[in-house]
């Protein structure tokens, strides 16, 4: 454990706005815009970010026994074992092919989880939302708007045009990476390397509460041949969905296994919650192991899968205990705009959409 002791949580870490919900508003309207226009161009209804999967997998998550308090909060009390579903993805709205190389996210749902929910959280799953980077591209949500508007007007651009520049992006980051330096604005408009999904560790970039702490969570390979491919080149030009068949063709072969992580809050200055965009210091406050996930060998996409998964479920981070409840400007935007985004594809497609029981 780090050296220092967890802030406790309380409600005046959050600091809203006054200026909040005509941001929310904005932001339900540029949505509706991104997914009415590709809803015209597919015939099918899609999420406003995160269209694209990559894996949709099935498999088990063991909360790791004899956790310090700090650590044994809410879902992670006790030791428990829980059915849990992934989603791998790539960050934009519109579906296009892996040449186009962009910033990719992992949803996990945790299934059959007790205990108090927040207002609203139907069911009894626990969601945590990630992406591959430790922190999100804009500090509050009246910035992510700004990116969010530049996403809704390149939605219909000719894909040929947005590999073109994915290219330029790339090497571009090649040559920043090479003299030790990231551009998160440079991967997030396409400048992605071309490497391997399952390699990556998941971050969920912005805080939750976690029982009487606050924290922010990651999912990290673990098992050796998960570790093998942190990093490894992956061939995607003239392979629209070489990601897809990338995963498709590990888990037609070996078992894979992550480690659930929590990195406790342990200094207000350097650890902010209302400021995405800062990554919080690692040599501080480390992640720590609280669960393991194994995926067993599988299909990782199928109709059947396409039909449960991909279109019949939401990932949300609100759908969870009272013990996770999101905080941050980051976090009440997504609570004012995925059930939009997932009310638009359920209407649009006849699919209802809903939470799974567990065992």
């Not at 006054?18 to 932001?27: L, S, Y």
């Not at 992934?86 to 934009?92: E, M």
């Not at 949300?316 to 009310?343: E, F, K, Q, V």
Request: aromatic letters at 6%; charged letters at 20%.
């Amino acid at each position: 454990m780090s050296a220092a002791s967890p802030i406790p949580y309380h409600p005046s870490v959050e600091q809203p706005r006054t200026d909040e919900d005509a941001v929310h508003a904005e932001m339900l309207a540029t949505f509706a815009r991104i997914q009415t226009t590709t809803f015209e161009d597919y015939g099918r209804a899609v999420r406003g970010v995160h269209a694209k999967s990559h894996g949709l997998l099935e498999g088990r998550l063991e909360v790791l026994p004899h956790l310090p308090l700090e650590l044994a909060q809410g879902l992670f009390d006790g030791p428990g074992g829980y059915d849990a579903i992934l989603r791998l993805s790539t960050n934009p709205g519109d579906i296009l092919d892996d040449s186009v190389s962009t910033p990719r996210g992992l949803a996990l749902k945790i299934v059959g989880v007790p205990g108090e929910r927040l207002p609203g959280a139907a069911g009894a799953t626990q969601d945590f939302v990630m992406a591959n980077a430790r922190a999100f591209t804009a500090p509050d949500d009246a910035a992510f708007l700004k990116s969010l508007k530049l996403l809704a007007a390149t939605t219909d651009a000719p894909q040929v045009l947005k590999k073109a520049v994915s290219a330029v992006l790339r090497g571009v980051e090649t040559v920043l990476e090479s003299v030790g330096t990231k551009s998160p604005t440079v991967i997030a408009l396409g400048g992605h390397p071309e490497t391997h999904i399952l390699g990556e560790t998941f971050y969920s970039q912005v805080p939750v509460r976690w029982g009487d702490y606050v924290a922010k969570v990651a999912l990290a390979p673990v098992s050796p041949e998960l570790v093998a491919l942190t990093g490894a080149a992956v061939t995607v030009n003239g392979r629209p969905n070489g990601l897809r068949e990338a995963v498709s063709a590990f888990f037609a072969e070996h078992e894979g296994v992550w480690e659930l992580r929590a990195q406790l809050r342990t200094d207000a200055e350097t650890m902010p919650v209302e400021d995405a965009s800062v990554p919080w210091p690692e040599d501080e406050s480390p992640y720590i192991a609280v669960a393991r996930l194994t995926v067993p060998r599988q299909d990782a996409w199928s109709a059947d899968k396409v039909r449960r998964i991909d279109d019949g479920l939401a990932f949300n981070p609100w759908h969870g205990l009272a013990a996770h409840r999101p905080l941050g400007a980051i976090m009440r935007a997504r609570r004012a705009t995925y059930p939009a985004s997932a009310d638009f594809r359920a209407e649009r497609n006849g699919c209802p959409l809903h939470e799974p029981g567990g065992r």
